[in-house]
């Protein structure tokens, strides 16, 4: 089993800059991919990014290209989400998760407890 940790949300101006990082213990051998997704009140959870863990490979999307960049460290057991040109838009509670590369949260068996992006002036 894997637990992960997610921090660095907080609030920001538009145009503003923020990094997550999610942190994994347990079972990370066996660990495929990890991704973001967000959550904003009243909307479903939605796919952000995806980063395959054992090899080359990131996945966007759309609304997030350009701006958001995916990393990982797997000597630290770590994963990033670099947030630049921060839009009111981006407001929403970020969750990390593992599990099977995909673009759908039922992909995913291992979650956060997600961290607050407020984009605001």
């Known amino acids: 089993q894997v637990q992960l940790v997610e921090s660095g949300g907080g609030l920001v101006q538009p145009g503003g800059s923020l990094r997550l990082s999610c942190a994994a213990s347990?079972?990370?051998?066996?660990?495929?991919?990890m991704g973001w997704f967000r959550q904003a009140p009243g909307k479903e959870r939605e796919f952000v990014a995806a980063?395959?863990?054992?090899?080359?490979?990131?996945y966007y999307a759309d609304s997030v290209k350009g701006r958001f960049t995916i990393s990982r460290d797997n000597a630290k057991n770590t994963m990033y989400l670099q947030m630049n040109s921060l839009k009111p838009e981006d407001t929403a509670v970020y969750y990390c998760?593992?599990?099977?590369?995909?673009?759908?949260?039922?992909?995913?068996?291992?979650w956060g407890q997600g961290t607050q992006v407020t984009v605001s002036s």
């Open positions: 998760a593992a599990g099977r590369l995909a673009t759908t949260p039922r992909e995913y068996d291992a």
């Open positions: 347990g079972r990370t051998s066996s660990m495929n991919a």
């Open positions: 980063i395959r863990w054992w090899a080359r490979g990131t």
